[in-house]
């Protein structure tokens, strides 16, 4: 586990490190391309893949089918999301065992109930602090490694408000958990107040364009004391504004020639984020004595 490994030896450091996130093998290469020391995995952007909203409708399964490309295709740690646990305390179980197995080096539960929804909504439901704290309490004592980072999600800001949130916060440090991760934080004096409270704990903040938290400059995070912030839909909204430009062109003028400039080139693509040079040598390795063992005969 030398992502697990490398995410611990950032979080011990007194700094702020940037998490862009990350929906698909070629956003997440293009993650650590741009320099990102870790990539964050979204579960509610991830759900586009299966055409459902973030209201919890993804299994297990699902999840660890899309995520074990996005471990495999890049060098740096992962953090990634958890959702509730998929189930039970079995299933918690489970799927920590399973984030491991690809490789992901952090996983964050949520203390929400069902339905769930991304917490930047309205209208969630929680589960009790103590049934949470169960979740947390099995996934730090079933994991395969110590150093995978459990993070606890609280939810409760919006549900219950900030002071009960803070309760959730102890109960789930209690538990063992590794980092605290506060859902929608509604001001900067909230933000500000978690970070005092728990000042000697990595706290993860979640940064939403046009969501509840106010979206400060990554410099004032870290003056507040935020070890890791992430972006989770940042990648995604980008992506979706160029096709919508790129596509219509196409439909209008019938070529994407025009839109060259704002696309990238082909073999940029292919080879340089999707690895095709790499398996054509690799393929060539392999079948070109053949091919000479061939010609001499």
Request: glycine share 10%.
């Amino acid at each position: 586990m030398v992502q697990a490994q490398s995410l611990r030896a950032l979080l011990a450091q007194d700094r702020l490190f940037m998490a862009a996130g990350a929906y698909d093998v070629i956003s997440a290469r293009l993650v650590e391309e741009a320099g990102f020391p870790l990539v964050y995995y979204s579960g509610g952007v991830s759900a586009g893949a299966l055409g459902y909203p973030d209201f919890g409708m993804r299994t297990l399964t699902e999840m660890v089918m899309q995520l074990e490309g996005v471990c495999r295709a890049v060098s740096v740690p992962v953090v990634a999301d958890a959702e509730a646990g998929f189930g039970t305390l079995l299933n918690v179980v489970r799927m920590v065992q399973e984030y491991e197995r690809i490789g992901v080096a952090g996983l964050h539960i949520e203390d929400q109930d069902l339905p769930r929804r991304c917490g930047h909504l309205g209208g969630k439901v929680l589960v009790s602090a103590e049934d949470h704290a169960a979740k947390i309490r099995v996934a730090v004592e079933n994991r395969s490694h110590d150093d995978t980072v459990i993070i606890a999600r609280i939810d409760a800001i919006a549900v219950n408000g900030f002071d009960d949130a803070l309760a959730r916060a102890e109960a789930y440090l209690e538990a063992g958990a590794d980092c605290l991760f506060f859902e929608a934080f509604e001001s900067v004096k909230q933000m500000e107040a978690a970070c005092r409270r728990f000042s000697d704990i990595p706290l993860l903040i979640n940064l939403v364009e046009g969501g509840k938290t106010p979206f400060l400059p990554a410099p004032d995070l870290a003056d507040m004391g935020f070890r890791i912030a992430i972006y989770p839909v940042t990648g995604v909204l980008a992506a979706a504004y160029q096709m919508k430009k790129v596509y219509g062109a196409l439909k209008q003028t019938g070529t994407t020639q025009g839109m060259w400039h704002e696309m990238l080139p082909f073999n940029e693509v292919v080879n340089g984020l999707l690895g095709w040079d790499q398996a054509l040598e690799f393929i060539d390795r392999y079948t070109k004595g053949n091919r000479d063992n061939n010609t001499d005969q």
